[in-house]
């Protein structure tokens, strides 16, 4: 389990990560999102030990995680936002390096190696030299490197960045493994919609402050002041946006056609049967009530509205 | 014990960061083939002056043999100067290459220490460079062969050229991680061989004059270490020092000399690698006690072996003797001297003085550590000179005294600046900035020695200069040492009050950050 309490980092006057808190579970997946310069790095940096936070402190498993303290390393996995591969060495050579620098013993090594070839889809290519890989190898051989000493979490920095559509949706399934095996993830992002689909929870940061953190449809929901609903009617569709006028909680009407309209709502989902259940009493032809999906772009967008200038 | 032991054998044996530059060097062979052809155009040059020699010198064989010699030591001299150049590059590029390719935070978020790191790629840098020299061989055999030298002697000159690139690629190290690039770090490692071997071949060559004249020629021995200074190895082959009745070869106090050298430089990189209490940085500043200690003793060794005539001057002498081998000291405090105000906690001035720092190395240790390192060199060359009856009692006191209170002032004038500086690299340069201001200008007096303006203005310019170590009456040193001590005060005092407005300012009053660790 990742306890983050108060994790602060300055730098003179500036503050890049202000007092942020969460904690995770294994299996977990947190996706981490946050414009250019909101300090998703920053956190990611002091997780893995490399930045000494200003104040605060992250717990894994109990233990803090500290610069000073080397076998708490063993526990992380880190991929840096960028990072380059040595010129000269294979692809599992550049593995076993690592491999070394973990402490695996040296009999389990060329298993060990195999196995994370194999995760990351990159066996046919252990021969190679690792600089003569693409962007999309690269990244997964980044990747493998996470792995070779299996760690308990796992803190990848923007890790899709520079890839394909199919590369994404192939580490994206790569991802989800992870936290299948019961390991605590986090991915950093500044696409909110890229993180959706994989992520458990959410954690939403701008300009070092983190807005809100939790499971994304409750994120979604607490950050979305309104939600929208949408009705369709096989008739008197003018009639019935009028009747819903005259209820609580609901506002702003936005007609499809005449007998098609979404509305914001704000109550409870109790206030919203009871809304439904009234329009139903009063005899109006309803054939759809829905909640319309959140646009997560939107949102985003909403979220860190004005915090890029 | 048992765990110590595997790490270090771990570390020494089958290390990652070496097996990966080993590859590389297998792979990239360019080293191997600029160094050839290197070595090509010597033997090219050499044969070509060798044609000369002998033609010039063949009728006589005494002339043959000193120009063989000559020969012999114009190649060796080559071979050094290309190990004083390339040593910087091969410790600058396995470093700088990491940060290049920012592969170093993949590094350090694994669980290798730093010391597992450091000496990983100073060891496959070490191996490269044994390598090149060991390609020179057969030039320098020519020189045996045709009787320009003896085995013996070339067999000493590769030790030192050995020990001259350890000590080199072990300077580039430190300056490589604070740069991070490859033309800062050579250059700066020329500008610490430059200064670090002009002061210790004006060290090595005046005690060597004062020898050879006080001894009137019968001696056979040079100060231990003095070896160590590159271009001097030709003249200091062969010689050995009295450790009781037993003479010892020069080249086993160099060894002694050049490991710990390379250690504290290596701690000194792994210090510059790891956060606040690392054991790096404790290790670092114990190491740095004994490598003082090292240097205390070869200062020891040299003023012993000088007989001290009683000489006109005798108090001035004695003052320049005492005080100026803290001048590596000095330039030592002025690092220490400089804090950030927005880096880690390591670099933070939390405090204006905390003996529990003094080992723990951020800021507020470096008052007491500064002072201990200055007080160990002073008072041991005042003791020594006691010992030979050379000053006076109350005079022990009185001549480290100086020292003390120039640190003081180098170490004051570190707090007045470091609050305005973010980095603490802005604060070093300052700091060296001016203290180097302070000195050179308050010596342009000397010039108008020279000149001969005004006898009593110009005399009266070097003898009340506080920043010159040099008093022929107590009363003069004494009111040295008092403006010495007065700027060191008014600098502490401004600082501080800087420093707390900026600590206030910056990390708010409530919670100074405390060491949790
Ligand atoms: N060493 C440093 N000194 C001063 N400020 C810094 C330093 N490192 C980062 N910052 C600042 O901290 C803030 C957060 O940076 P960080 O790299 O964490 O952002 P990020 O969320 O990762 O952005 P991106 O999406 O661009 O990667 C930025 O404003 C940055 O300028
Ligand atoms: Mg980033």
């Known amino acids: 389990m990742l306890e983050v309490k108060s994790l602060t980092k300055r730098y003179g006057q500036f503050e890049a990560v202000t007092s942020v808190d969460f904690a995770l579970e294994p299996g977990e997946i947190m996706g981490f999102i946050g414009s250019n310069g909101a300090g998703k790095t920053t956190t990611i940096k002091m997780l893995a030990t490399l930045l000494e936070p200003t104040h605060g402190t992250a717990l894994l498993n109990g233990r803090p995680l500290d610069g000073n303290d080397l076998e708490i390393r063993k526990q992380i996995g880190y991929m840096p936002d960028f990072f380059g591969l040595y010129e000269d060495i294979k692809v599992w050579e550049y593995l076993d390096m690592f491999a070394t620098l973990y402490g695996v013993e040296v009999n389990d090594r060329p298993r060990v190696i195999d196995e994370v070839l194999e995760l990351t889809d990159l066996g046919f290519k252990k021969q190679a030299f690792a600089r003569s890989l693409s962007r999309g190898m690269q990244q997964r051989l980044c990747l493998a490197r996470c792995l070779v000493h299996n760690p308990t979490m796992l803190l990848l920095d923007e890790p899709a960045s520079g890839l394909d559509p199919r590369a994404r949706a192939e580490l994206k399934e790569l991802i989800g493994e992870l936290g299948r095996m019961g390991k605590i993830v986090i991915v950093s992002s500044h696409i909110l919609p890229e993180l959706a689909d994989f992520s458990t929870v959410v954690g939403i940061i701008e300009r070092g402050q983190m807005l809100a953190f939790g499971k994304v449809n409750d994120v979604v929901r607490s950050l979305t002041p309104a939600k929208k609903i949408q009705v369709k009617l096989l008739d008197r569709g003018a009639e019935a946006s009028m009747f819903l006028h005259s209820k609580e909680h609901v506002s702003g009407t936005q007609f499809l056609n005449p007998n098609e309209f979404r509305f914001d709502f704000t109550g409870t989902l109790e206030d919203q049967h009871a809304l439904l259940k009234a329009m139903i009493d009063a005899g109006f032809p309803i054939i759809e009530f829905m909640d319309e999906e959140a646009d997560l772009e939107d949102l985003f967008m909403q979220v860190t509205k004005g915090a890029l200038n | ?517």
């Open chain 2, 1 to 517: 014990m048992h765990g110590w032991l595997k790490e270090q054998v771990r570390i020494y044996r089958g290390n990652a960061a070496s097996i990966k530059e080993y590859r590389i060097q297998l792979r990239s062979t360019k080293t191997i083939w600029y160094w050839g052809i290197y070595l090509s155009i010597l033997v090219i040059v050499a044969m070509a002056n060798y044609g000369s020699i002998v033609s010039s010198a063949s009728n006589s064989p005494s002339s043959l043999q000193s120009s063989l010699q000559t020969y012999y030591q114009i190649v060796v001299g080559f071979l050094q100067g290309m190990i004083l150049l390339i040593a910087p590059m091969l410790g600058a590029s396995a470093i700088v290459s990491e940060y290049d390719l920012r592969s170093i935070e993949l590094v350090f978020s694994s669980p290798a220490s730093t010391k597992y790191f450091l000496v990983g790629k100073y060891l496959a840098a070490l191996r490269q460079l044994a390598l090149l020299l060991f390609l020179s061989l057969p030039i320098t055999a020519v020189g045996v062969t045709l009787g320009g030298a003896t085995w013996q002697q070339v067999i000493e000159q590769y030790l030192y050229l050995m020990m001259h690139g350890a000590i080199v690629l072990a300077v580039a190290m430190p300056i490589a991680i604070n740069t991070q690039s490859m033309v800062r770090t050579i250059s700066g490692v020329v500008a610490v061989l430059i200064l670090g071997g002009f002061f210790a071949a004006v060290a090595s060559a005046s005690s060597m004059a004062m020898m050879f004249g006080g001894m009137a020629g019968s001696t056979t021995s040079i100060p231990p270490l003095v070896g160590l200074v590159p271009f001097l190895t030709p003249f200091t082959l062969g010689y050995s020092t009295l450790v009781g009745l037993v003479p010892v070869p020069n080249w086993i106090f160099a060894g002694i000399a050049t490991l710990a050298i390379v250690k504290v430089l290596l701690l000194g990189a792994g210090s510059a690698l790891t956060k606040v209490g690392s054991r790096e940085t404790r290790s670092l500043r114990v190491h740095g006690l004994i490598l003082v200690a090292l240097y205390c003793f070869s200062i020891y060794s040299t003023i012993k072996s000088i007989p001290w005539p009683p000489a006109s001057q005798r108090q001035g002498i004695a003052m320049m003797v005492v005080n100026m081998p803290l001048i590596p000291i000095f330039f030592i405090l002025m690092f220490l001297a400089a804090s950030g105000r927005a880096e880690d906690r390591k670099f933070l001035a939390d405090k204006l003085f905390n003996w529990k720092e003094i080992l723990g190395g951020r800021p507020s240790g470096s008052l007491g550590y500064g002072m201990i390192l200055i007080a160990m060199v002073a008072f041991t060359n005042a003791l020594t000179l006691y010992s030979v009856s050379f000053i006076r009692k109350l005079e022990i006191l009185m001549l480290p005294a100086w020292g003390l209170a120039f640190g003081l002032m180098i170490l004051g004038i570190g707090w007045w600046v470091s609050p305005g500086f973010d980095q603490v690299v802005g604060s070093r340069r300052t700091v060296v900035a001016a203290v180097m201001g302070l000195v050179i200008l308050s010596h342009v007096g000397l010039m108008f020695l020279d000149i001969g303006m005004n006898q009593v203005v110009t005399e009266f310019l070097v003898l009340a200069n506080p920043f010159l170590p040099w008093a022929d009456s107590l009363i003069l040193l004494v009111m040295k040492i008092t403006i010495l001590l007065i700027i060191a005060g008014l600098a502490y005092y401004f600082g501080e009050k800087k420093r707390r407005l900026m600590f206030n300012k910056y990390y708010g009053q409530p919670k100074p950050i405390e060491a949790t660790t």
